[in-house]
């Protein structure tokens, strides 16, 4: 089955920019979405971002919608999440998902998950 590895994550201080990589390894993943979730110590896990199968048709979250860019390359359906000016509020575990549409992703359904990376913002 297939695994999702995120890494990148790390300690920043407000301000400054990161970027968060998701590799598939196992079998390659068929012609899924793929987008980006985050949850701090305490909340819920929050939709951040997704990007369709083709790179077209990404769906951000309002909090990062102005700030974060999703992209992916075909190859090895690798995922990146481009993490700019980033906030304390930004502070969590992201995880790397697949799934069926952009859509469904944006709803918290997800077929496949990785296990976090841990972004830490300072003030």
């Known amino acids: 089955q297939v695994q999702l590895v995120e890494s990148g994550g790390g300690l920043v201080q407000a301000g400054d920019s990161l970027r968060l990589s998701c590799a598939a390894s196992g079998r390659p993943l068929p012609s899924y979405a793929m987008g980006w979730f985050r949850q701090a110590p305490g909340k819920e896990r929050e939709f951040v971002a997704a990007i369709a199968w083709s790179g077209l048709g990404a769906k951000y979250g309002d909090p990062v919608k102005d700030r974060f860019t999703i992209s992916r390359a075909m190859a090895n359906s690798t995922v990146y999440l481009q993490m700019n000016s980033l906030k304390p509020a930004d502070t969590a575990v992201y995880y790397c998902?697949?799934?069926?549409?952009?859509?469904?992703?944006?709803?918290?359904?997800?077929?496949?998950w990785g296990q976090g990376t841990q972004v830490t913002v300072s003030s």
């Open positions: 998902a697949a799934g069926r549409s952009t859509t469904i992703l944006a709803t918290k359904v997800a077929d496949y």
